[in-house]
């Protein structure tokens, strides 16, 4: 079975500065892929960037980027010039990859970042 | 395209009743996954549907049930309902193909409370 884990309950971050949320996952798997999904208020979860595990090349997408490691099973989340929108929960999760693994996510407790104007 | 539709969007039910939730995904998705969300047992798979089957089942009771129907919507089925039922219920569609990631794509949630 994975486990993820997010250390971190609540994090804030003053508005234009760089934030990074951190996320560790145990797991007997060689082919995965882990993933930030952000939660605001409104509770719709919305996918903010995906990295497959055999890719060693870090996920970024515009002002997300992903600091993936591999070995250390170690997947943290940096927030660049951090915006007002960007207030909401962030889960990692964890997703095996195969034909018969289907969709199942499995997520961490969730980090809730506050960005203060 | 429409994106994944939940209803009710919130329902408040008591003891013992039992209640269904609807998910419809987004068109030509055929598979559905449903997971509970709470504060203190966070966000937990509970099944995955596809092509009327289902492929994954989370560590639920009996009591949790659901089902698929032919057009990819999905119902799932809560009976003798618990306090502890007390979620938020998050549906998510995807297309599921053969051997490659698919994106989930998540709908609003229907807030289910028990009293």
């Known amino acids: 079975a994975q486990t993820v884990t997010q250390s971190q309950p609540e994090m804030s971050v003053q508005e234009a500065e760089t934030v990074t949320l951190s996320c560790t996952y145990d797991t007997s798997e060689s082919n995965y892929y882990l993933f930030w999904y952000k939660q605001p208020p409104s509770r719709q979860m919305i996918l903010v960037i995906r990295?497959?595990?055999?890719?060693?090349q870090n996920a970024t997408e515009n002002r997300f980027s992903v600091n993936f490691q591999k070995a250390a099973k170690s997947f943290s989340l940096k927030i660049s010039d951090s915006q007002l929108g960007d207030t909401a929960m962030y889960f990692c999760?964890?997703?095996?990859?195969?034909?018969?693994?289907?969709?199942?996510?499995?997520f961490g407790e969730g980090t809730q970042l506050t960005v203060n104007p | 395209k429409a994106g994944v539709t939940q209803t009710p969007r919130y329902l408040i039910k008591t003891r013992g009743q039992q209640v269904t939730l609807s998910c419809s995904p987004i068109?030509?998705?055929?598979?559905v996954s449903w997971y509970q969300q709470t504060p203190g047992q966070g966000l937990q798979f509970l099944f995955e549907y596809f092509s009327e089957t289902q492929r994954n089942k989370g560590n639920f009771p009996g009591r949790f049930s659901g089902r698929q129907f032919s057009n990819s919507r999905s119902e799932m089925n809560v009976s003798t309902l618990e306090l502890g039922d007390s979620a938020l219920y998050l549906c998510a569609s995807s297309s599921r193909g053969r051997g490659s990631y698919n994106e989930q794509f998540f709908g609003p949630g229907t807030r289910l409370t028990v009293l």
């Open positions: 990295q497959e595990a055999y890719k060693q």
């Open positions: 999760a964890f997703m095996k990859h195969g034909e018969t693994s289907g969709s199942r996510l499995t």
């Open positions: 068109s030509g998705h055929r598979s």
